[in-house]
């Protein structure tokens, strides 16, 4: 807190107990505003928070910010809920000892968003582990599940709780949050039948209207419409702009999966939900003798299904009572105002203990698991507690007279713990203490609860006594008992000008807070909160799991009466009232800055209003009862110990000494402070704030002075920073180059003497000694391979491989020779792969045959046929129906002179004819031939040999290119193109492969 004191005249003081006017309200509520415009909305009372509802979102509940105020002393930061939070988490760690954190205030000053950031704090900041992921969840999961089912809108907030709520949130050994607990307090059932006007029924209604899926709907036989239901317009606001129930409802069903509910269990719980607005749906009638009938068979089969209870018996429970009466049973039929009583009270019944079930299903889910620790050793606490505010109506009824009651017994443990913890820092420290006046609302609470003689006890006796008992008997009980408290009136006790303001059926408390008159209308139904036998009994027959455990068959059993709702609430605030005793308390106490839930509006009259009900005041002056401010001596040292020259920079002696040397070199008085054990006690804020001025004041003059000495000390050193760093860098470097050559060197040392080791072992089996050298081997094969691959298919070189890569390195040929056959086929074009084919055919044909094949097969085959379309017309009309089979053009030699004519030879299947342009000079039957030669030489020639006694047959024929094209040739005569069936060799001849491929007529 010190940090910020220079802030005060701008926002106020950070803590009342700083104030110069404490006592007076009007600057305690002065102080608020500022700060409430400012948007500071927290402010302490010691370690009291006071919390103002902003009714906007704030920028000041991010992750950063609960960083800020982890495990940073309570005074250190500027006041917080996770100043508070942090302070109770380290005091249980520290002193092992159990917390609770109590959360106060009116309905809409957000004690329900103070209990989510206190849990987001510990969720967030906490130690994790995969088990307190998973608490955590369930924690923060259990809130939107509890508010679905337990708050409604009210006039005065839209999410009001109307139950309480202690919640025990389990920390372990290393402070991780292990498992949790809830206790909840007084539902407020009767707002399941009934809502005031403006206001709701529990949200779980409208969310499940609004919300829940189209099937879903179906099953509960629902409809859209809130309007159609009986339970959900009687406040006639049905719908609230500020509530989105859709969006709220898919929360509320994705957190009950979290915190383990089964899809069976979602489905019961939602059919009983359905069932209470169903049965508010149930009309009545009465018959001739008034006795009530139960109308709509549709609705009763409806209820029968979704309350799993056969349909006889719950029209039967509906319609009739069961008496019992000296051990015999009388059931009696309903009038239609008892019927609905009736229908109301199992509605009631039914929506509140299947709350206490959803609690206690949330307590199993949230139980701690761990075997580890037992009774002995178990986990330590912090509790929560967020119960109702104190509430004062137009109408004020039995729920307002309990909530009231819980608040002044609230009141009186938070005075007596604070009375009492002032008291004993005072003790401890030997400082005097000074009586504090205060209210006692001890008195108030005896009024309430005292045995025989409390409102309780009358209560209940009026309900108890046989008679007509009403709500005015009860009435006219407590004037006669309690008339003559101090603390209580009615309109007939009361003097003329106070009946003007209270009516005959109405009772005036005035408690701590301010007057509140009650209404006992109801009274004694409420307090009663009884079912019909024949109810339970019906209930006891549902299939419904969770309605199965809300009524046990033993209940039905157990002839002593229950307690009264009264005397369980008191019953369990008092149980409450010892766990809270149990623990340190830490106090969070909210305030509504409107009724509008406007922001930036301060309603000054509501704010004093509650500033008084909380007892803010009576706090404020117990906390100042003696002194504003107290530190210890080590913190108030070491801040202000620049204000003395003998203090400054360090003191020697023990602290107490030093502050006592400090305090008088200020000039204190002695009636300003008291020196205690541990601590420094300074009786007026002024004497801090001037003491803080001075400290200010000193904080800048010496930053003055050390800035002046830093730069010149700064220029001063800048040249022997920059040589130093240079050096420094230098010698590093050359060190960091040595040791590089080093290791170089070792390593190279270690690479030789590995390899000659390697190669002495080189030719044993793979051991440590060699398998560097075998390695290194076989990666000098591969290198090498690498880098002399074979360039084409023609080349037959490759490297020799080590015996161990033998197999692999013809594995790689292989690879290698198909890759380079795919690449060379990929570059292939159509005509060069037409010259391929016609080549594999030729060697097929000639490799081996001839002698000059290796010559003749670099050379391309050159197409020197003739064509059909390129011939003469004039030569196709001689030939006439002749089929020419191969066209090409030769010369033809002279027998005399040898000189060269210029010829077409024409080949057909049964004769060859020799063309000069347009005229046929010789035709050759094949017949007729009786052989071919043809020369050794590359010249081209070849002779047909015909008769001797034909001369004009005699002939020799020269081809220019015979040696270009007789492959094709010879392969046209091979496909027997000239269909000669004996063949013999010509003999003679030289070339071996035209000897037998070109064949003559055996002679």
Not at 687 to 698: I, R
Request: aromatic share 10%.
């Amino acid at each position: 807190m010190e940090s910020a004191l220079t802030a005060r005249d701008r926002v106020g003081v950070q803590d009342f107990v700083l104030l110069e006017n404490f006592t007076s309200e009007a600057a305690f509520i002065e102080n608020l505003r500022k700060r409430f415009k400012e948007n500071l909305i927290y402010t302490y009372i010691s370690s009291v928070l006071v919390s103002v509802n902003p009714y906007k979102e704030l920028e000041i509940y991010t992750k950063q910010h609960m960083e800020r105020y982890r495990g940073v002393n309570f005074y250190e930061v500027s006041p917080h809920i996770y100043a508070v939070s942090d302070n109770s988490y380290r005091s249980m760690r520290s002193e092992r000892k159990d917390q609770c954190i109590l959360i106060s205030g009116e309905s809409g000053a957000g004690k329900t968003e103070a209990s989510k950031k206190i849990l987001q704090y510990y969720a967030v900041t906490c130690p994790a582990s995969l088990r307190v992921e998973e608490v955590r969840d369930r924690l923060l999961q259990s809130n939107p599940v509890l508010e679905a089912f337990g708050n409604a809108k009210t006039l005065r907030n839209d999410n009001s709780s109307r139950f309480g709520k202690y919640m025990d949130i389990q920390f372990d050994f290393r402070g991780a949050p292990v498992g949790g607990h809830i206790l909840n307090y007084l539902l407020e059932k009767s707002r399941v039948v009934h809502q005031n006007h403006g206001e709701r029924n529990f949200h779980i209604f409208y969310q499940l209207i609004d919300g829940g899926d189209e099937d879903l709907m179906r099953r509960l036989g629902l409809e859209r419409n809130a309007q159609s239901y009986q339970y959900l317009v009687k406040g006639h606001c049905a719908k609230v702009s500020s509530i989105n129930d859709r969006h709220d409802w898919k929360t509320v069903y994705k957190a009950l999966t979290i915190i383990d509910f089964s899809s069976t269990d979602i489905e019961e719980l939602l059919s009983i939900v359905a069932s209470v607005l169903h049965l508010g749906n149930l009309q009545c009638s009465s018959d001739d003798d008034g006795n009530v009938v139960i109308t709509g068979e549709n609705q009763i089969r409806l209820l029968s299904r979704l309350l799993q209870v056969p349909g006889t018996v719950l029209r039967e429970a509906l319609s009739h009572k069961k008496i019992i009466a000296k051990g015999e049973e009388l059931i009696s039929p309903l009038n239609v105002e008892q019927a609905a009583y009736a229908r109301d009270a199992l509605a009631k019944a039914i929506y509140g203990r299947t709350f206490s079930w959803l609690v206690q299903k949330i307590n199993k889910s949230l139980a701690h698991r761990d075997s580890t620790y037992s009774t002995r050793n178990r986990p330590n606490v912090i509790g929560l507690l967020d119960i109702y505010g104190f509430e004062v109506f137009q109408h004020n009824s039995f729920e307002q007279f309990c909530i009231n009651y819980c608040n002044e017994k609230l009141q009186q443990l938070f005075i007596e713990l604070t009375l009492k913890s002032e008291q004993e820092e005072y003790e401890a420290e030997g400082i005097a203490w000074e009586p504090v006046q205060y209210f006692n609302n001890k008195i108030i609470c005896d009024l309430v609860e005292e045995k025989h003689k409390g409102i309780i006890s009358i209560l209940d006796e009026e309900c108890l006594r046989p008679g007509d008992a009403t709500d005015l008997t009860f009435l006219e009980k407590l004037e006669e008992t309690v008339g003559k408290h101090p603390h209580f009136v009615t309109h007939k006790l009361a003097d003329q000008k106070t009946r003007k303001t209270l009516v005959r059926e109405e009772f005036r408390l005035l408690h701590y807070a301010g007057e509140v008159n009650y209404n006992v209308t109801g009274f004694l139904d409420k307090n009663n909160d009884l079912l019909f036998r024949n109810l339970k009994e019906a209930m006891c027959e549902s299939g419904n799991e969770i309605l199965q455990q809300c009524f046990e068959r033993g209940e039905l059993d157990d002839k002593k009466r229950p307690e009264t709702a009264a005397t369980q609430f008191k019953n369990s605030l008092a149980k409450l009232m010892e766990i809270l005793m149990s623990k340190d308390p830490s106090y969070v106490r909210c305030i509504k800055p409107n009724d509008a839930k406007q922001p930036g509006r301060f309603d000054e009259v509501l704010i004093r209003h509650q500033v008084k009900y909380l007892g803010l005041m009576e706090n404020l002056r117990v906390r100042r009862a003696g002194f504003a401010y107290r530190r210890k001596y080590e913190v108030f040292l070491q801040r202000y110990k620049s204000l003395c020259p003998e203090t400054w920079p360090n003191w020697k002696g023990p602290p107490s000494e030093g502050v006592s040397t400090l305090v008088q070199h200020l000039g204190y008085k002695p009636e300003d402070y008291k020196l205690g054990r541990t601590k420094i006690f300074i009786r007026f804020p002024k004497t801090l704030f001037a003491t803080e001025d001075a400290f200010e004041l000193q904080k800048h003059t010496i930053a003055t002075k050390i800035q002046a000495e830093w730069r010149g000390f700064h220029q001063r050193q800048k040249y022997q920073k920059i040589r130093s760093s240079a050096i420094t860098i230098q010698s590093w470097w050359r060190g960091e180059l040595g040791r590089r050559i080093a290791r170089r060197r070792k390593n190279a040392a270690l690479t030789i003497r590995r390899f000659i080791k390697g190669f002495i072992y080189r030719h044993k089996p793979r051991c440590p000694e060699n398998e560097y050298f075998l390695d290194y081997v076989r990666y000098s094969f591969l290198m090498k391979l690498k880098r002399n691959l074979p360039k084409n298919v023609l080349d037959k070189s490759w490297p020799v491989p080590p015996p161990a890569l033998s197999e692999a390195s013809e594995l790689l040929r292989d690879l290698n020779m198909q890759n380079m056959v795919q690449s060379y086929c990929k570059r292939i074009t159509q005509e060069w792969k037409q010259q391929l084919e016609q080549k594999v055919v030729a060697s097929e044909v000639f490799k081996d045959k001839k002698d000059n094949y290796p010559q003749s097969v670099p050379k391309l085959f050159v197409n020197t046929r003739i064509a059909t379309s390129e011939l003469n017309s004039k030569v196709l009309q001689l030939i006439q129906s002749e089929d020419i089979k191969y066209a090409v053009a030769v010369t033809k030699y002279d027998r005399n002179g040898y000189r060269p004519r210029a010829r077409q030879l024409l080949v057909t299947p049964d004769s060859a004819l020799i063309m000069e342009e347009a005229k046929l000079k010789q035709k050759i039957d094949y017949v007729d031939l009786s052989g071919i030669s043809v020369s050794s030489l590359s010249d081209g020639l070849f002779v047909l040999h015909v008769p001797c006694e034909d001369n004009k047959k005699k002939h020799k024929v020269h081809d220019q290119a015979w040696e270009r094209r007789h492959h094709r040739f010879h392969i046209r005569i091979r496909t027997d193109h000239f269909k000669i069936k004996e063949w013999t060799p010509v003999c003679g001849g030289s070339s071996t492969e035209l000897q037998m491929m070109l064949p003559v007529r055996s002679e």
